[in-house]
């Protein structure tokens, strides 16, 4: 209930720290080193971000505050293929402090894993009062993007949650981190040399290689001629197709500096879709413990 949300808040104000240096741990722990690229922090954000994509600003429906994702169908839908290691991961984390909703732990999670695989570079400010909602607050399949489309559907899936041009070009550059999965996405491969670090290189490699289609049984996808070891989406190319996400993606690789601020801000932002947060909730800065 929001008196139990409200409570939480106020009980638990020195314990969200805790909470934050819990994850930090998990992120550099061995289980987390022996896993793919050496991180559980590129599923954790995109399990963050999966969870607040789905907010939809017309009915206020969807966003972070339900954790609906925990049950079927949600779980279930195409775009959240592979998410269940990160949910496992957080789990143990969970259990030790019962009283942290799904809602704050995975958000707070997705705020950690940005600010520590950043090197403490960006900073996230998260606020705390999230709550759980049940099955029957599910969200129905195709609210998150669909990889094989391009700036138009790029446009209508975030214009639907609230943000601008400026903003999908900001958040697409969290694609320095992690790799696509043929058993998940059917997709396959890094963004970048270094996909547990997150920089500006997504920008950069988008400019700097010479991008074409990867000839294979999959689906549709880009591949560098350079290496030949990096990927796009077609919705990553689109955000150098188009114009107006051209412009964007030219400031953001020729300044890293702004990168990080801008998009500390749009992470929060997007951590807080369709959040009714309770009065006493402020928001809380943590200090990257690994940087
Ligand atoms: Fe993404 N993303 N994403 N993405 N994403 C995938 C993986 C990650 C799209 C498609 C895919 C954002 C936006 C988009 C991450 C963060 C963000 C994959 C591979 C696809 C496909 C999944 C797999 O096979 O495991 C599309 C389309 C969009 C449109 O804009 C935004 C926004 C964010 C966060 C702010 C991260 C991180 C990953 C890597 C996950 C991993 O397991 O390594």
């Given at each position: ?104 732990l995975w958000t707070l999670a997705g705020t950690c894993a940005i600010q520590e695989l ?54 697409s550059g969290a694609h320095a981190l992690g790799r696509c999965h043929t058993d998940r ?107």
């Amino acid at each position: 209930t929001a008196e139990d949300a409200t409570r939480a808040v106020k009980e638990h104000k020195v314990d969200y720290q805790k909470v934050y240096k819990e994850i930090a741990e998990l992120l550099a722990s061995e289980a987390s080193e022996a896993y793919e690229d050496g991180s559980y922090g590129p599923v954790i954000v995109r399990l963050a971000w999966h969870a607040s994509g789905t907010y939809d600003k017309e009915t206020g429906t969807g966003g972070s505050n339900g954790a609906t994702m925990r049950f079927a169908p949600e779980s279930d839908h195409g775009a959240n293929a592979g998410l269940k290691v990160a949910r496992d991961a957080l789990e143990p984390i969970k259990q030790a402090n019962p009283w942290i909703s799904y809602s704050d732990l995975w958000t707070l999670a997705g705020t950690c894993a940005i600010q520590e695989l950043s090197l403490g570079n960006v900073k996230v400010p998260w606020r705390p009062g999230r709550q759980d909602k049940d099955v029957a607050a599910c969200t129905p399949d195709g609210r998150l993007p669909d990889a094989s489309k391009e700036q138009k559907h790029l446009r209508g899936i975030f214009y639907r949650m609230g943000f601008n041009d400026q903003e999908i070009v900001l958040l697409s550059g969290a694609h320095a981190l992690g790799r696509c999965h043929t058993d998940r996405s059917g997709f396959d491969g890094p963004w970048t040399f270094s996909p547990t670090v997150l920089t500006n290189a997504y920008y950069q490699l988008l400019k700097s290689e010479k991008w074409s289609w990867k000839k294979w049984d999959g689906p549709k996808q880009f591949i560098d001629d350079g290496s030949r070891s990096l990927m796009m989406l077609p919705t990553d190319m689109a955000l150098i197709k188009d114009k107006e996400f051209k412009k964007w993606v030219d400031i953001y690789a020729a300044d890293e500096k702004r990168f990080f601020e801008d998009f500390g801000k749009v992470f929060t932002t997007l951590m807080e879709l369709g959040v009714p947060f309770p009065v006493e909730s402020k928001p809380i800065t943590f200090d990257a413990i690994n940087a």
